[in-house]
């Protein structure tokens, strides 16, 4: 059974920090790039980042460039990918998700497509 489980998000203060964190399991996720997605109220969903599946290429929102870090541990069974935020902004606030494209081998990590999610987990950035 595929699974993706967001877990990190709270309440936080602007300029504050998190780390989110997506525990995937149920597929050859080591093999797979990642990325993290965010919806804010009354807004498409929008990318936040994307990593390959060795973790040595990244790729940014330019919203979130030089602030937010994604990385990941394939670990055995269960790959984690992490999210850390900093300099947090009001503007930040979402419910934030990760994803898996089910591609091996090289690949552009811009124009990747999802296919599996997770629930998401509320990151809300006070003022």
């Known amino acids: 059974q595929v699974q993706l489980v967001e877990s990190g998000g709270g309440l936080v203060q602007a300029g504050g920090s998190l780390r989110l964190s997506c525990a995937a399991s149920?597929?050859?996720?080591?093999?797979?790039?990642m990325g993290w997605f965010r919806q804010a109220p009354g807004k498409e969903r929008e990318f936040v980042a994307a990593?390959?599946?060795?973790?040595?290429?990244?790729?940014?929102a330019d919203s979130v460039k030089g602030r937010f870090t994604i990385s990941r541990d394939n670990a055995k069974n269960t790959v984690t990918v992490y999210l850390q935020m900093n300099s947090l902004k009001p503007e930040d606030t979402a419910v934030y998700y990760c994803a898996a494209a089910p591609v091996v081998g090289l690949v552009s990590l811009p124009d990747l497509r999802y296919r599996y999610w997770g629930q998401g987990t509320q990151v809300t950035v006070s003022s």
């Open positions: 990593i390959s599946w060795s973790g040595g290429a990244t790729y940014y």
């Open positions: 149920g597929r050859t996720f080591s093999s797979y790039p």
